[in-house]
Nanobody, 124 residues
Framework: QVQLVESGGGLVQAGGSLRLSCAASGGTFNIYAMGWFRQAPGKGREFVAGISRSGTNIYYSDSVKGRFTISRDNVKNTLSLQMNSLKPEDTAVYYC?????????????????WGQGTQVTVSS
C-alpha cells in the first residue's frame, strides 16, 4: 500500500523560506513521476510542481516558477519542495502526490496517491 507523508509546513513571514518533504513507502518510488499540489480555502487543488521518475523533466506552475524548486531522492524515497521568496498568496495546504505514470501530469486526476497535506501559512 502506497503511503505518502508530508512534513515541513508552518508559519512564515512574506519573503521567507520553507522546505517541504514527502516520505514515500509501499510501491516502487523510482518508477513514477511525483508532484506537489496545493489547495487554498475555497479553491480547487492547484498544480505546483512535478518531476519525472528520473528527475530529468521538471515542471512548475507560472505562479511559483523561479521561487520554488522540486527535487527527489530515489534512494531515500523522498520528494522535496524548497520554497523561497514566499508570498501571502502561497498560503495553502500542500499535498505530495504520486502519479500512475512515468511522465509528469499537471492535473489531480493524473495522481492516484496523495498524502494528508501540510499547512503553509505566509503572513504579510
Amino acid at each position: 500500500q502506497v503511503q505518502l507523508v508530508e512534513s515541513g509546513g508552518g508559519l512564515v513571514q512574506a519573503g521567507g523560506s520553507l522546505r517541504l518533504s514527502c516520505a514515500a513507502s509501499g510501491g516502487t518510488f523510482n518508477i513514477y513521476a511525483m508532484g506537489w499540489f496545493r489547495q487554498a480555502p475555497g479553491k480547487g487543488r492547484e498544480f505546483v510542481a512535478g518531476i519525472s521518475r528520473s528527475g530529468t523533466n521538471i515542471y512548475y506552475s507560472d505562479s511559483v516558477k523561479g521561487r520554488f524548486t522540486i527535487s527527489r531522492d530515489n534512494v531515500k524515497n523522498t520528494l522535496s519542495l524548497q520554497m523561497n521568496s514566499l508570498k501571502p498568496e502561497d498560503t495553502a495546504v500542500y499535498y505530495c502526490a504520486r502519479s500512475a505514470r512515468t511522465i509528469v501530469g499537471v492535473t489531480p486526476s493524473d495522481y492516484p496517491y496523495w498524502g494528508q497535506g501540510t499547512q503553509v501559512t505566509v503572513s504579510s
